[in-house]
């Protein structure tokens, strides 16, 4: 992890941290009036001098602990170090009145088992272990003394004492129930960590991704101010002399030139719209990929005649795949305007339709032209790299930035026997991790 996303991270930790934390010593605070009043009450109904001197000392101590944790958590705030002295105090506090309340019959002794899960929970591994070590010593030192008669009679009299075989089995269960409620601790501590970090891993990503995206624009607002400057100059001469001839008829070039020109600076400012805009979000519908690439070779038919093209429609019948409409026909369209620019005249487009066998579909767009070179395959997708001579380089970006919103890829390879084939791969089911919300048209106003 990063440094600056380390100290994001630890941020966030620690603000999350100081939301328990807090909620804790203000609970334990006074919460804790209500349970030194009841431990009062044990002690004055209990015979055992010892215990009417050593629990008020103790009732004492636990109030003027808490509620000086909560002075100072609401003065200073949350440290690691707080949190660490904090929960070992606390423990040592929990197991003193668990001996001065009947030892291994106390009904305080279960209280170990919470504080064992938040110091795994919110603590660092070398701090986890030694807090771990310090309960189970405590405790063991606990059943010692109840065991073993080191502080008779340690069980509450009003109580009764209870076999030697039901404190045996208490204090196995306990030691057991510790050690898991660590590892239940350490492990809900681990997939906060593992979740926290992926998703710092996935904004890396994505601030990566616009960082790209911000220098591919700074880049190409040269490209784009050079590849206007020529149609402006040639609009510019025109009208020039258009005005100087006012009374004469203009002639038809001058004015199918002026149209061409004005045609090619909106393609290029369109293309670059397209692709300087963020990504909106999908509208999806289940869709016939062949009905839709129908429609798009019925709008490029002018463009393949003017060409000497001929378009050819192959593959399957009916294919549904759940996508928005819109954009896959904005990437089939920009794939087979491509394949009829890179087409020899008397050449064929084939625009095929395929289910894959792994739960996607394809639309393959087939052309006969030269192929790709080596150096241009390797950087087609790249914005601003184009073969054309009046080409922007946008075209193939926008379709790959399209296509994996969908989850799904764009790809170039040439045919072993000629031209290039270009290929749309989408899913039959759009992924929930696509980019953006999605918005489901088969439904009205269905929920994103």
């Given at each position: 992890?990063?440094p600056?996303t380390?100290?994001s991270?630890?941020?966030?930790?620690?603000k999350?941290?100081?939301?328990?934390?807090?909620r804790?010593?203000?609970l334990?605070a006074?919460?804790?009036?209500?349970?030194?009043?009841?431990?009062?009450?044990?002690?004055?109904?209990d015979g055992?001098?010892?215990r009417?001197?050593?629990?008020?000392?103790?009732?004492?101590?636990?109030?003027?602990?808490?509620f000086?944790?909560l002075?100072r958590?609401e003065?200073?705030?949350?440290?690691?170090?707080?949190?660490a002295g904090?929960l070992s105090?606390g423990i040592?506090?929990?197991q003193s009145l668990?001996?001065g309340?009947?030892?291994?019959?106390?009904p305080?002794?279960p209280?170990l088992l919470?504080l064992a899960?938040?110091?795994?929970?919110?603590?660092?591994?070398?701090q986890?272990?030694?807090l771990m070590g310090?309960?189970?010593?405590?405790l063991a030192?606990l059943?010692?003394?109840h065991?073993f008669?080191w502080?008779?009679?340690l069980h509450?009299?009003?109580?009764?004492?209870?076999?030697?075989?039901l404190?045996i089995?208490?204090a196995?269960?306990?030691?057991?129930l510790v050690?898991?409620?660590?590892i239940?601790g350490a492990?809900?501590r681990?997939t906060f960590e593992?979740m926290v970090?992926e998703s710092?891993?996935?904004r890396?990503?994505?601030?990566?991704?616009h960082?790209?995206?911000?220098?591919?624009?700074e880049?190409?607002?040269g490209?784009?101010?050079h590849?206007?400057?020529n149609?402006?100059?040639?609009?510019?001469g025109?009208t020039?002399?258009?005005?100087?001839?006012?009374?004469r008829?203009?002639?038809q070039?001058r004015?199918?030139?002026?149209a061409?020109?004005?045609?090619?600076?909106?393609d290029?400012l369109?293309?670059f719209?397209?692709?300087?805009r963020p990504?909106v979000?999908?509208?999806v519908?289940?869709?016939?990929l062949g009905a839709?690439?129908?429609?798009?070779?019925v709008l490029?038919e002018?463009?393949a005649?003017e060409h000497g093209v001929r378009l050819a429609?192959?593959?399957e019948?009916?294919?549904?795949a759940?996508?928005?409409p819109?954009?896959?026909k904005?990437v089939v369209?920009n794939?087979?305007?491509n394949?009829i620019?890179?087409?020899p005249?008397?050449g064929?487009?084939m625009?095929d339709v395929e289910?894959?066998?792994?739960?996607d579909?394809r639309v393959?767009v087939?052309?006969?032209g030269?192929?790709?070179?080596?150096?241009?395959?390797?950087?087609?997708f790249?914005?601003?790299?184009?073969?054309?001579s009046?080409?922007?380089?946008?075209?193939?970006?926008?379709a790959?930035?399209?296509?994996?919103?969908h989850?799904?890829e764009?790809?170039?390879?040439n045919?072993?026997?000629?031209?290039?084939?270009a290929e749309l791969?989408l899913?039959r089911e759009?992924?929930?991790?696509?980019?953006?919300?999605?918005?489901d048209v088969r439904?009205v106003?269905h929920a994103?």
């Amino acid at each position: 992890m990063e440094p600056r996303t380390r100290r994001s991270y630890e941020a966030l930790r620690l603000k999350h941290i100081d939301r328990i934390f807090g909620r804790m010593v203000r609970l334990r605070a006074y919460g804790g009036l209500l349970l030194m009043a009841a431990i009062s009450v044990a002690t004055l109904c209990d015979g055992a001098h010892w215990r009417r001197i050593w629990l008020p000392v103790q009732v004492v101590v636990a109030l003027s602990f808490f509620f000086f944790e909560l002075r100072r958590y609401e003065r200073e705030g949350l440290t690691e170090r707080s949190i660490a002295g904090n929960l070992s105090l606390g423990i040592l506090l929990e197991q003193s009145l668990t001996w001065g309340t009947g030892g291994l019959a106390s009904p305080l002794l279960p209280l170990l088992l919470p504080l064992a899960f938040v110091g795994a929970a919110v603590l660092p591994p070398r701090q986890r272990l030694a807090l771990m070590g310090e309960e189970l010593g405590l405790l063991a030192l606990l059943t010692a003394a109840h065991l073993f008669g080191w502080t008779p009679p340690l069980h509450l009299s009003f109580l009764g004492e209870p076999p030697r075989a039901l404190l045996i089995a208490v204090a196995v269960c306990m030691f057991l129930l510790v050690v898991v409620a660590n590892i239940v601790g350490a492990a809900v501590r681990g997939t906060f960590e593992d979740m926290v970090a992926e998703s710092f891993h996935q904004r890396d990503e994505l601030f990566a991704t616009h960082r790209a995206h911000a220098r591919t624009l700074e880049s190409l607002s040269g490209e784009i101010a050079h590849e206007l400057k020529n149609p402006l100059a040639t609009v510019k001469g025109l009208t020039q002399l258009m005005r100087r001839e006012p009374g004469r008829a203009q002639p038809q070039e001058r004015l199918e030139v002026l149209a061409g020109e004005v045609s090619r600076m909106q393609d290029i400012l369109e293309e670059f719209l397209n692709f300087s805009r963020p990504l909106v979000p999908l509208s999806v519908s289940e869709v016939d990929l062949g009905a839709l690439c129908d429609e798009a070779v019925v709008l490029h038919e002018g463009l393949a005649a003017e060409h000497g093209v001929r378009l050819a429609r192959g593959g399957e019948g009916q294919v549904v795949a759940v996508c928005d409409p819109r954009k896959v026909k904005q990437v089939v369209m920009n794939l087979l305007h491509n394949a009829i620019d890179a087409s020899p005249r008397g050449g064929q487009v084939m625009v095929d339709v395929e289910s894959g066998s792994v739960g996607d579909v394809r639309v393959v767009v087939r052309d006969s032209g030269a192929g790709l070179s080596p150096e241009v395959s390797a950087r087609a997708f790249d914005a601003g790299v184009t073969t054309k001579s009046k080409g922007s380089g946008l075209g193939l970006t926008v379709a790959r930035a399209l296509a994996r919103q969908h989850g799904g890829e764009v790809t170039l390879r040439n045919e072993a026997s000629g031209g290039c084939v270009a290929e749309l791969m989408l899913p039959r089911e759009l992924p929930a991790d696509t980019l953006g919300p999605v918005r489901d048209v088969r439904e009205v106003a269905h929920a994103r």
